[in-house]
């Protein structure tokens, strides 16, 4: 028998709201114990470890991570991806369907399910099957068999479904399976942009993506699960108005998730820069994501949305591209930010600043039992019989966000040359070890 005792800890558990004193007891990968009671033990079988007053906390879950694998592995594989992910205390990732090929069938869930337990894979690895054959909105994939392959949720990732009516039938039969629906809201027709739309995008001569397109995805996705009395996860809103519809929604009876991605609670439009010459101030290529980041009173929004409990899950939206596809003029350049190993210290960098009023049971409710609860996880709680994914972290200290120094195999993040306070000193997954920062991996 293996047992682990953590003592000496600031522990934080949202799932019971626990946040004081104590430490967790680990045997065979599972937590048997947790509270303030939990101290050293004079027991030779046991291994103690003095957490000297960090915070320990359930592993983060995430549940939008892109990787390259298969067909673009130069971008991310799952093994990169997952050295990425612990060093930002994520525990258990969800990774997306929209690579080459598509996964749309069984075989490829399988396919990927077996891959993210290999030894190379640090983390716990789940599938998102695309909602539609080849993400095209034209023919169901097999959910009922990708599911039981494995599958923990269906999206069409960054693309809207074109068709309320195949939308509506894939609804119901996701109910009907009791299978999980995540969708970008979006309409396509009018988000033709590299940015937001607004007066500022208008001075840089940049095409804007507006946050109408944004809304009118939303009312018709929410419509359809009202009509359908179907459960769905909302991905990545970015505006206040978006939070407002959704309360709607919710007011009516409808069980809805909402996501956002932590870039979008931390940047607004203005840190793209201003175009100039000067390369601090000139546009900033790895700020463009889609959705954008939007104004400030969004952003704010945002921020109150997740303190208020209306925002339910922060997703680091993991999504690596390659120097040479960022490296271009803004409105050529490929949408994307890598955020798996800034995820925490965004939020934490939010929380440090009083203006905000975010405790650390709040933004670490969004970014473990929440996700885990809509995925139907054990983790992402410290309770007896759970999964002992856990994370050694200090909420105060700084660091500078360094593109060279990911561990991604992109290094396209907003964060780059960014100060952040917050960081993960240890990581464990099922009782073992898979992260410790050391001085040579800051250097």
Excluded at 191 to 197: Q, V
Excluded at 318 to 326: G, I, R, S, V
Aim: hydrophobic share 40%; proline share 6%.
């Amino acid at each position: 028998m293996s047992r682990t005792i953590l003592h000496n800890a600031r522990v934080i558990d949202p799932a019971s709201d626990y946040d004081g004193p104590g430490g967790v007891i680990v045997e065979d990968g599972i937590i048997v114990d947790m509270g303030p009671h939990v101290g050293p033990e004079k027991d030779e079988h046991s291994k103690m470890v003095d957490c000297h007053g960090l915070c320990l906390a359930p592993g983060l879950v995430d549940l939008r991570v892109k990787t390259g694998e298969p067909g673009s592995e130069h971008r991310e594989t799952l093994a990169s991806a997952s050295v990425a992910a612990v060093a930002g205390g994520i525990t258990s990732m969800v990774v997306m369907p929209d690579t080459d090929p598509v996964i749309d069938t069984p075989a490829l869930v399988d396919y990927l399910r077996r891959a993210g337990q290999t030894d190379a894979v640090r983390n716990r690895v789940y599938p998102a099957g695309a909602l539609s054959q080849g993400l095209k909105s034209e023919r169901m994939s097999e959910l009922s068999l990708m599911k039981d392959a494995g599958a923990v949720l269906f999206t069409q990732v960054d693309e809207a479904v074109r068709s309320s009516n195949f939308l509506r039938r894939s609804l119901q039969y996701a109910r009907a399976l009791d299978a999980k629906i995540m969708l970008r809201p979006d309409d396509p027709d009018i988000a033709t942009g590299s940015m937001n739309a607004s007066g500022f995008a208008a001075r840089l001569g940049l095409r804007g993506l507006p946050k109408q397109a944004e809304w009118i995805g939303l009312q018709r996705d929410l419509t359809l699960a009202e009509m359908t009395g179907s459960t769905m996860i909302v991905d990545q809103v970015t505006t206040r108005r978006s939070l407002e519809i959704v309360e709607d929604a919710r007011a009516r009876g409808q069980k809805i998730h909402v996501t956002s991605a932590a870039h979008s609670l931390y940047f607004n439009e203005l840190d793209i820069g201003d175009g100039t010459r000067d390369p601090d101030k000139a546009y900033l290529t790895y700020c463009k994501v889609n959705p954008p980041f939007r104004s400030e009173e969004d952003r704010l929004a945002l921020i109150e949305g997740l303190r208020d409990g209306r925002l339910d899950v922060i997703v680091s939206a993991h999504d690596p591209q390659p120097p040479e596809e960022k490296r271009l003029p803004f409105d050529e350049a490929s949408f994307g930010a890598a955020g798996l190993e800034t995820l925490l210290s965004a939020l934490t960098t939010l929380s440090d600043q009083p203006e905000y009023d975010l405790d650390l049971l709040t933004i670490l409710r969004a970014m473990t039992v929440n996700p885990a609860d809509i995925l139907g996880l054990e983790q992402g709680r410290l309770a007896a019989g759970a999964p002992a994914d856990l994370i050694l972290f200090d909420p105060r200290r700084p660091w500078k966000c360094k593109r060279d120094k990911l561990r991604s195999r992109s290094g396209n993040s907003p964060f780059d040359g960014r100060l952040l306070t917050g960081q993960v000193m240890k990581t464990m997954v099922e009782g073992e070890w898979v992260f410790e920062l050391t001085e040579d991996s800051l250097t």
